[in-house]
């Protein structure tokens, strides 16, 4: 039987975050390529990108320790804290022009100011926070950084966490004001709204079953239409696989190069969500704080203030779960369908590697509630367990790879698999994910699209002041940035008036 081929010029695989900043970056640039998104679930941001999935951190390292590690030599590293922190300005300087030439509206439906801040005890800890204060503070991305081991100062910066405490320790804080949330479900439908009206062809209810390459080098593309249970084929020059967790599997029937050798791992995320509003009214900030020994960065407690419908609400975690699934709503043989020929010395070096972080999530996925509830009064002294309720957040798929570090290597962060010829691309790992968006999907677009990134730099400029630029490098330009996508957002320094 003959197959009906439908061609577009480029596929995007998931409507999440990702894709939406891909198809909004193009459709800016090449108003008028053919664009097709194919999304199982039944509407945009519903997985991964959905607000309940994931933490809302505008990660812009003000408040994560783990992305400002301790050298043995006693200094604080910095880069993977600018390096973070320059991407989510990128990411602020894309939604601000969407904002501006009306291509979304409300942004306050979707990000908001609230303060980033660090907490830790003990004097080791404290010694560690003072020495990663100073270091940032010297630097123009983190100077409005502020510092204090001071119990008075404390108790009105966090009235919660110091709420009947007897300190028989040192402690301290940093506080940035400039820190966000963000509801990434929320931004990810706006953008889809607006691309459907640019004639950008969004299909729910509508699963990748295959990939295969075509003899004249484009994709072809098998699409289950689960409401009319019919399949489809679809061509395309170019193929983004956007599907979170699902990604890989995509990946591995591509068949490039590029996609063999790499495994991937699934963690679930859970959260305690505190039910009690009077509770939920004394917290207004993100509050991180260090990672356990053994524990995987992902791992590192929060207690966040989060705005989701509308509502504020109170969360701490997260929590490890385990689930052989790939997806929030995939299938309980994810796991093991994507352990292949070429990736099983992989993942079994992997096994052995990581033992210890075995231990850790066979340790979380036991515990009791009551266990839960003894992590979170390390923040919350008073907190009863009748307040909080759990709550299973996304799934993530940790990458593994060989590298120079040895086969089966852990990756904690995002990253994009391509093919030699820039014809498909994959996005696969999870942190700091979604407030990542623009600049990752840019630099795919510099790997895959070389042909066109000189044509395009204009506009890129337009839409992005800062690219191609250090922000580090450029302090007037940061000044300028954070004025202008403030103004664009609507951010201002958060206080209590903003959770009423």
Known sequence: MSKDYSKTDVILIGAGIMSATLGSLLKELVPDWNIRVFEKLGSAGEESSNVWNNAGTGHAALCELNYTNEKPDGTIDLGKAIKVNEQFQVSKQFWSYLVNSDRIANPQDFIMSLPHMSFVRGKQNVEFLRKRFNKMAANPLFQDIEFSDDPEQLKEWIPLIMKDRVLSEPIAATKIDAGTDVNFGSLTRKMFDHLENRDLEVNYKHSVEDITRNSDGTWEVKVHDMANNKIEYHT????FIGGGGGSLHLLQKTGIPESKNIGGFPVSGLFMVCNNPDVIAEHHAKVYGKAKVGAPPMSVPHLDTRLIDGKQSLLFGPFAGFSPKFLKNGSLLDLVTSVQKDNLFTMMAAGVKNASLTKYLIEQVIQSKEQRMEELREFILTAKAEDWDLVTAGQRVQVIKDTKGGKGTLQFGTEVVSSADGSIAALLGASPGASTAVSVMLEMMERCFPQHINEWEPK????????????????????????????????NHYTEAQSI
């Open 236 to 239: 395309s020059n170019f193929v």
């Open 460 to 491: 890129i400029k337009e839409m992005i002041p800062s690219y191609g630029k250090a922000l580090v490098e450029n302090p007037d330009l940061i000044r300028e940035v954070h004025t202008t996508t403030d103004q664009a957002l609507g951010l």
